[in-house]
């Protein structure tokens, strides 16, 4: 045996792999929105009007949304170095396919595969992560992967409008689509399925991903050739996979108001202008940005200092939900349209220190499976996402904009409770067991 003082310093490769992985999170989020900068182009070229674009826009949604499942399932079973590129490949092709979309059918074919191809990516990423990290670093690595998201959806527009003023809207599909190609090459010579086995990784970092047994030896790695059955009524007939789905459908809900209809809200209540609009409504993402990694990085730090999960992702995440909640109904209801830009970046800022906690919990209690429900935590707040946008809508039109913000509130509020009351972070929702937990030698 040898001792835990011998194994040395671990290295810094599997913040290298990190690094790599979020680009893949960036590259996501840059494919999905480039759409919304480009419509107006679109629009032109094909006289689409709203309603037909509307159609576009949820081919993505509602085959993103299917394919949750079945690309965690995927990514769970031939693992992640095969499939995580094989995903990204496929969308980035479909991506390329957008800029020579012809007809209307073609338009909407094209957008439901890209939505299919990029279902699978964060379930199998988590799936990934999963192997690569320790329990004690999860809420970081998924607040700090998110958090990429959020940049790529910031970038995008001015990038986007570089590219069309010079070589027109087509190369902006041109250029991203090879963007993800080249990341698939990168990632399949440099990632493997366990860090046991990659030359660059050595016994230090092993023992800090595995832990030690009672014995004080090293855990043994995880079988990835196994080929796991997925225990589908075991996982649908555990509460707490449903706490979780209905929890992460509650936070996608809201977020939604930040990433489609802020500029829109901006602009037509708060009376801005649109230089002013393009100010203000970017300020909440980056806000989320930083709402991301810090709630990863707090829960990761809760875990190390009290080795209690409960308390980890739990205290985090209902933090959290206070403060947007204490946020986002004075920003709503405030005469003041300044106090309300304010507001709102705070919200966004504790709604998204949700994010990271949320994914740390789908690894903590799904193990093996954990693709799997990552997969089905995230369909569910895909589909509560695709919904939503025609819920504002009625909300807006028939309602108010204030209406519209009291409802996220009170889900909030909801989901607050079943954070704090409900799902429980250290019950593994495949199996009776714990699921794994920071040990004291690891600590």
């Not at 985090?316 to 405030?334: D, F, Q």
């Amino acid at each position: 045996m040898q001792k835990q003082s011998e194994l040395g310093k671990p290295t810094s490769y599997r913040w290298f792999m990190l690094f790599i992985i979020c680009l893949m999170y960036l590259i996501t989020y840059m494919d999905r929105v480039n759409i919304s900068t480009t419509a107006p182009m679109i629009r032109k070229e094909f006289g689409f009007d709203k309603i037909t674009m509307g159609f576009i826009f949820s081919a993505f949604t509602f085959a993103y949304s299917l394919g949750q499942v079945p690309g965690g399932w995927i990514g769970d079973r031939f693992g992640p170095r095969k499939v995580l590129p094989a995903l990204v490949t496929f969308w980035s092709v479909m991506t390329l396919a957008t800029a020579q979309a012809g007809s209307l059918v073609q338009w909407i074919l094209i957008r439901a595969l890209f939505g299919a191809g990029e279902a699978g990516a964060f379930p199998t990423a988590t799936r990934a992560m999963q192997l690569w990290y320790s329990p004690s670093e999860r809420g970081f690595i998924q607040g700090i992967t998110h958090s990429a998201t959020r940049i790529g959806a910031a970038i995008v527009p001015p990038i986007s409008v570089i590219i069309m003023a010079k070589l027109g809207w087509r190369w902006v599909f041109y250029i991203f689509g090879l963007t993800g190609v080249v990341w698939s090459a990168i990632f399949y010579l440099i990632y493997r399925n366990l860090p046991e086995e990659h030359h660059s990784v050595n016994r230090a970092d092993v023992a800090k991903i595995r832990g030690f047994d009672e014995n004080g030896n090293i855990k043994e790695p995880i079988n990835i050739k196994k080929r796991p059955t997925v225990p589908w009524g075991v996982l649908l007939k555990s509460s707490n996979m449903w706490y979780l789905m209905i929890i992460y459908a509650i936070y996608i809900y809201t977020s939604w108001i930040f990433l489609t209809w802020l500029p829109i809200y901006m602009m037509e209540y708060r009376k801005f202008s649109l230089m002013q609009m393009g100010i203000f409504a970017s300020l909440p993402l980056w806000a989320g940005v930083i709402g991301d990694t810090f709630g990863g990085v707090v829960s990761d730090y809760v875990l190390k200092k009290t080795n209690n999960i409960r308390l980890a992702r739990r205290s985090v995440a209902v933090g959290g939900t206070i403060g947007a909640v204490a946020l986002l109904l004075p920003g709503a209801m405030t005469k003041e349209p300044y106090t309300a830009v304010v507001c709102l970046t705070g919200a966004m800022f504790f709604l998204e220190c949700i994010l990271g906690p949320a994914w740390a919990v789908a690894m903590d209690v799904g193990g093996e499976y954990s693709g799997t429900v990552s997969g089905l935590m995230n369909m569910a707040g895909t589909l509560a996402g695709a919904f939503s946008q025609i819920l504002f809508g009625v909300i807006t039109q028939y309602g108010s904009w204030v209406a519209l913000f009291v409802v996220s509130s009170v889900l909030l509020t909801i989901g607050g409770f079943m954070w704090a009351f409900l799902l429980d972070p250290a019950k593994s929702v495949v199996e009776k067991r714990k699921p794994e937990v920071l040990t004291a030698a690891n600590a």
